[in-house]
Nanobody
Framework: VQLQASGGGLVQVGGSLRLSCAAS????????MGWFRQAPGKEREFVAG????????YYADSLKGRFTISRDNAKNTVYLQMSSLKPEDTAVYYC??????????????WGKGTLVTVSS
């Protein structure tokens, strides 16, 4: 599985942004998908995950209510809708695919990240 994240950019505090992650291959729906992020000087952390058919979702506690993960299996794409963005959301965001639930660790495939910068 090859993953390509996009949609990052510069946004003001309180703004919104939607990230996309396009996946290759015919088995996209068989994978749990996750979003992770890594802020400057910090370790990578889990953001959100969604199961193969898109019914179950899982979020980092600190991000519940502001971030929403979704997927479109017909388009082999997973999304991360981010709202009420804060400066501390500034990070490189990565999408990943795996078979574990919840997808906080143990992901098998990673895409290149997309940078989100929240300016105050």
């Amino acid at each position: 599985v090859q993953l390509q994240a996009s949609g990052g950019g510069l946004v003001q505090v309180g703004g919104s942004l939607r990230l996309s992650c396009a996946a290759s291959g015919r088995t996209f729906r068989s994978y749990v998908m996750g979003w992770f992020r890594q802020a400057p000087g910090k370790e990578r952390e889990f953001v959100a995950g969604i199961n193969g058919i898109g019914i179950s979702t899982y979020y980092a506690d600190s991000l519940k209510g502001r971030f929403t993960i979704s997927r479109d299996n017909a388009k082999n794409t997973v999304y991360l809708q981010m709202s009420s963005l804060k400066p501390e959301d500034t990070a490189v965001y990565y999408c990943a695919a795996g078979r574990t639930w919840p997808p906080t660790t143990g992901m098998d495939y990673w895409g290149k990240g997309t940078l989100v910068t929240v300016s105050s």
